[in-house]
C-alpha cells in the first residue's frame, strides 16, 4: 500500500511494545527497552529484561519440538482460503475511505479456530488420516499465517493500474498486469532475502512488532480449553459489526455537535467525521472497530508513544484550522480535505488537458490549463511527512546511537563483502543453516534452534530477484511505462539502499516509516514531465522496500516460532503470487461497479477513491510539475525544504533533556508529533476521540490497575476485535455493499441518514 490513513503511519511506523511487561517501564520514550517484567502474573518488578536478548528469550518461548509438521494437508488448504479472503479483503480496504490493514493477529486467530475445528472434527482413521495427522500445532499456524500475510496486501501494482483506468482511460493486457504485480511484490523479496545475515539473524534485529502474534501463539497453544474461551469476544464483535456497518451507521461517529447546529459549514469540517473527507471528527465518538484500530491496534501501543501521537493529533487540528481559515495557499477556493489537483476557481483539475499522446506534459497546454492547485491541508500532510522523515534520521542518532551503532557495525562493507563469499550457489542444499553468517556473541537464541534445519538458500532469493527483474524489464516497455531502463535501475538501487537502512531500523526500533515522497521527489526530478513513469518509479524504488520489510517480518516470525525457513520460503512465495492475482480480480471488479464514487472527491461512507486520488496527484505533481510546484520561488517550495528543517527539529528536546533531564523531554517521540500533525488529512476521522479512549483504558488503566488481567487477556482480545471486525467486513462488502455487483443499502432512517454524511453533519462536497 502507498500510504494509511494515519497519513504517514502504518502498523510498522510507530514504535511497538517490545515488552509486554505489567509495569509502564517497557518503553522510555527513546525507541529503546528499559525493563520488562519476566512474570506476567505478578505485579512485582523482579526479574527485569535488559535487553534484546532477554527479551525474545523470555516473553517469547525459546522451546522447539521438531517432531511439529507443517507440511500437512490442513496447513496448506486453511493456508490457501486465508490468502483467498486475505488478498480479497485488503483489496476491499484500499478503495474504502479509511484504510485498514488486514491483522496478523487476526489471521491468526481465524487460521486456529478452523484448525481446531479440522482437528476436532475430522476422522484420524483410514485415508482421512492425511487430513487430520493429529492436533494442531504452532507450526501450521504459523506457516498459515505467514501464506496469508504475504497474500493480505493490497499491491502498490494495484494502484498503478487503478490510476491508468480511472484516469488516463487505459485499460493494460490482463497478462502484462498480472505480470506486472508479480514483479513489483518479488523484487523486494528477493532483495530482503538475501540480507538475511544483516537484517535478520542478529539478536539487535527485535522486530518488535511480531512480539503480540508470538505471545498469542504461546498462549493458544499452551493454554488448552482456557485460551480457546479467550476467543469469546471474537465471535462476540463479529455480529457487533452489522450494526456500525450497515444497520446504524451513526454508530461510526456520534458527533453532538453535528446533531445540534446541521446546518453550519464550520461545524461540518471541525467536528464532522464520519464519511471520506468530512472533516476532523473533533469529540465524535465511534463505535466502529474497523476504524478505531485502523492502520494500528490502539491496544498494543505503549501509552509514551500514544502521548506523542496525541500531541500530534492536537497540533493537526490546530494547524488545518489556521491553515483554512487564513486561506493559506488559497485554502477557501477548495474542499478542506481533498486528494485531488484543481483549477484556481477550485474546480476539479483535467490532467488529460496537459498530456500529450506520450502522456508527457506539454509545456503549451500546461500554459493554456495553468498550474494545478492542491487543498491546503493537503500540503500541511506533505510538509509534515518530509519533517517526520528528516527528524526520525536525527531523533534516532541522538537517541538511540548506540543501538544505531551496534547494527550498522553489521552492515560495514566487510560484512557485506563475508556475506557474499557465503554465498551458497548450491540450488538444493541438504545440510542446515550456517552458524557463520553470524558471530557466536551476537547469535539470536531462537535463530540457534533454527539451525537444526535446512536453510532455504541465498540462491533461491537471487532466483526470484533474477526472475522478478527480467520480467519487469520486458513489463515496462510492453505497458508504455514511459520509464526507461536507467530509470529503472536507478530505483532498485534507491530501494537496496533503502532496504539496507530503514528496515534495520524497523526491525531495532519498530519504526517504519514512509519513503514514498522522498522517492516520489526523486523520480520527478530524474524524469521531469512524465507522471506514468513516476508512478513506475515509485512502484519500483518504494514498494521494493515495503515487501522486503514485510518478508523479513514473516521471516521473524518464523524464527520466533521455529517454522523451518523453507516452510516460511514456499509459504511467502504461494501467498503473494495468489494475492497479486486476487489483488488484480478485485481492482477490476470494484472499479468496474463504483467507478463515479471513486472519481468523486468525498466518496460514501461505505466506497472511497482516496487513494488512487492521492496516487495520482503525486504523480502528476512530481513526475510531471515538479519544477512547477516544488522548486525555489514557486507556490510550494517548502514542501522540500521540510526535510532539511525536519533534521533540526529533535535537537532542541535532545539538548533539554541532556541538561535538564527533569523535565522528561525523552517522553517525546519527535517524528511521530511531525508525521501526525498531517494525520487528519483523508479519510474517516470520527474514531480518534475513541481510538485515544481505548488506548488509555488499555496501556495505563488496565495495565497499572490490573496487570495479571491485561498480561492475560489484552492481546487476545485486541486480535479477536481485529478478527470479528473483518470477517463481517468482508462478508457485508460482497452481500450487501456492491463488491461484487449491486449495493443492497439498509433502508434509509435517521441513524442511516443516506442523503448526506451519516453523522447528520451538513455535506460540503
Known amino acids: 500500500m502507498s500510504l494509511t490513513a494515519a497519513g504517514a503511519i502504518s502498523e510498522h511506523t510507530v514504535p511497538s511494545e517490545k515488552a509486554f511487561s505489567t509495569d509502564d517501564k517497557s518503553f522510555d520514550g527513546k525507541g529503546d527497552v528499559e525493563t520488562a517484567t519476566v512474570d506476567a502474573d505478578s505485579d512485582s518488578e523482579e526479574g527485569v529484561l535488559s535487553n534484546e536478548r532477554d527479551i525474545a528469550t523470555h516473553v517469547i518461548s525459546v522451546d522447539d519440538d521438531p517432531s511439529l509438521n507443517p507440511w500437512t494437508f490442513r496447513a496448506f488448504f486453511i493456508g490457501l482460503g486465508l490468502s483467498t479472503f486475505g488478498g480479497v479483503l485488503a483489496e476491499i480496504y484500499y478503495f474504502k475511505p479509511q484504510t485498514v490493514l488486514v491483522s496478523l493477529m487476526f489471521i491468526a486467530v481465524v487460521s486456529y479456530i478452523l484448525g481446531v475445528f479440522m482437528e476436532t472434527f475430522i476422522p484420524r ?46 485499460t493494460p493486457n490482463a497478462g502484462a498486469s498480472v505480470f506486472l504485480l508479480f514483479s513489483s511484490q518479488l523484487l523486494g523479496y528477493g532483495i530482503g532475502g538475501m540480507m538475511r ?18 505471545s498469542m501463539f504461546d498462549a493458544l497453544f499452551e493454554g488448552g480449553m482456557a485460551a480457546r474461551r479467550k476467543l469469546r469476544v471474537f465471535y462476540i464483535y463479529l455480529f457487533w459489526e452489522l450494526f456500525p456497518e450497515w444497520i446504524f451507521p451513526l454508530l461510526t461517529g456520534l458527533s453532538i455537535m453535528c446533531l445540534a447546529v446541521p446546518n453550519n459549514a464550520a461545524v461540518s469540517r471541525v467536528f464532522g467525521g464520519t464519511n471520506g473527507n468530512e472533516g476532523l471528527g473533533l469529540l465524535s465518538f465511534c463505535f466502529d472497530w ?40 488559497k485554502a ?106 553470524v558471530d557466536d556473541e551476537d547469535i539470536d537464541p ?46 532498485l538501487l534507491l530501494a537496496t539502499v533503502s532496504i539496507l537502512f530503514f528496515c534495520a531500523l524497523a526491525a531495532i526500533t519498530g519504526l517504519m516509516f514512509i519513503i514514498q515522497p522522498f522517492v516520489q521527489m526523486i523520480g520527478g526530478y530524474l ?68 467507478r463515479e464514487i471513486l472519481l468523486s472527491v468525498q466518496g460514501t461512507n461505505i466506497w472511497s477513491g482516496q487513494q488512487p486520488q492521492m496516487y495520482n496527484s503525486q504523480a502528476i505533481a512530481w513526475g510531471g510539475l515538479s519544477n512547477e510546484l516544488f522548486s525555489a520561488g514557486q507556490r510550494y517550495q ?128
Request: proline share 5%; with cysteine.
Open 197 to 214: 545475515s544483516i537484517l535478520l539473524y542478529p539478536s539487535k534485529m527485535l522486530y518488535p512488532g511480531v512480539l503480540p502474534l508470538l
Open 527 to 594: 524524469h521531469k514531465g512524465l507522471p506514468v513513469a513516476n508512478m513506475y518509479f515509485v512502484l519500483y524504488g518504494y514498494n521494493s522496500v515495503t515487501q522486503a520489510n514485510l518478508l523479513l517480518r514473516d521471516l521473524k516470525i518464523a524464527q520466533y516460532a521455529k517454522l523451518p525457513p523453507r516452510a516460511a520460503f514456499t509459504a511467502q512465495i504461494l501467498g503473494t503470487l495468489l494475492g497479486a492475482i486476487l489483488n488484480f480480480i478485485m481492482m477490476n471488479s470494484i472499479i468496474d461497479n463504483q
Open 638 to 765: 517548502w514542501v522540500p525544504w521540510a526535510y532539511v528543517i525536519g533534521l533540526f527539529i529533535p535537537v532542541p528536546f535532545w539538548v533539554i533533556h541532556r541538561y535538564w533531564p527533569k523535565l522528561r523531554a525523552d517522553y517525546l517521540y519527535t517524528p511521530i508529533i511531525a508525521y501526525f500533525i498531517g494525520w487528519l488529512c483523508v479519510g474517516i476521522n470520527s474514531s480518534i476521540l475513541s481510538y485515544f479512549s481505548v488506548a488509555f483504558v488499555s496501556q495505563w488503566w488496565l495495565r497499572r490497575r490490573y496487570p495479571r488481567w491485561f498480561a492475560k487477556y489484552n492481546y487476545i482480545i485486541a486480535a479477536a476485535l481485529d478478527g470479528g471486525t473483518q470477517v463481517m467486513v468482508f462478508i457485508l462488502s460482497f452481500a450487501v455493499q456492491g463488491a461484487g455487483g449491486t449495493s443492497h443499502l439498509f433502508p434509509a432512517w435517521w441513524g442511516a441518514n443516506q442523503g448526506g454524511n451519516y453523522d447528520h453533519c451538513l455535506y460540503l462536497n
Open 290 to 329: 474497523q476504524y478505531i484500530s485502523s492502520g494500528v491496534n490502539p491496544m498494543t501501543i505503549p501509552l509514551k508513544a500514544q502521548f506523542s501521537n496525541f500531541l500530534g493529533y492536537l497540533l493537526c487540528m490546530v494547524v488545518f484550522v489556521a491553515v483554512y481559515y487564513n486561506n493559506i495557499w
Open 446 to 491: 531462537h535463530y540457534k534452534q533454527m539451525l537444526k534445519y535446512p536453510d532455504a538458500p541465498n540462491s533461491w532469493y537471487f532466483v526470484v530477484f533474477l526472475v522478478a527483474f527480467v520480467i519487469s524489464l520486458v513489463v515496462l516497455y510492453k505497458t508504455n511505462s514511459t520509464l526507461p531502463w536507467w530509470g529503472f535501475l536507478i530505483s
Open 125 to 170: 482413521r483410514g485415508l482421512l488420516r492425511y487430513l487430520n495427522p493429529g492436533p494442531f500445532n504452532k507450526k501450521e499456524n504459523a506457516f498459515i499465517v505467514i501464506m496469508a500475510s504475504a497474500s493480505a496486501n493490497s499491491a502498490l501494482g494495484t494502484e498503478v493500474l487503478a490510476v491508468q483506468r480511472l484516469y488516463y482511460n487505459i
Open 332 to 437: 477557501q477556493n477548495f474542499p478542506f480535505l481533498s486528494q485531488l489537483l484543481f483549477y484556481e476557481n477550485g474546480t476539479q483539475y483535467d490532467q488529460t488537458l496537459i498530456l500529450n499522446a506520450n502522456y508527457e506534459v506539454d509545456p503549451t497546454l500546461l500554459a493554456e490549463q495553468g498550474v494545478p492547485y492542491y487543498s491546503s491541508t493537503w500540503i500541511v500532510y506533505l510538509l509534515s511527512s518530509n519533517l517526520g522523515l528528516a527528524a526520525t534520521f536525527t531523533h534516532l542518532l541522538l537517541w538511540n546511537w548506540d543501538d544505531m551503532r551496534s547494527a550498522w557495525s553489521w552492515m560495514t562493507l566487510s560484512s557485506i563483502k563475508k556475506t557474499w563469499a557465503n554465498f551458497d550457489w548450491k540450488f538444493w542444499q541438504a545440510d542446515g543453516m550456517r552458524t557463520q553468517d
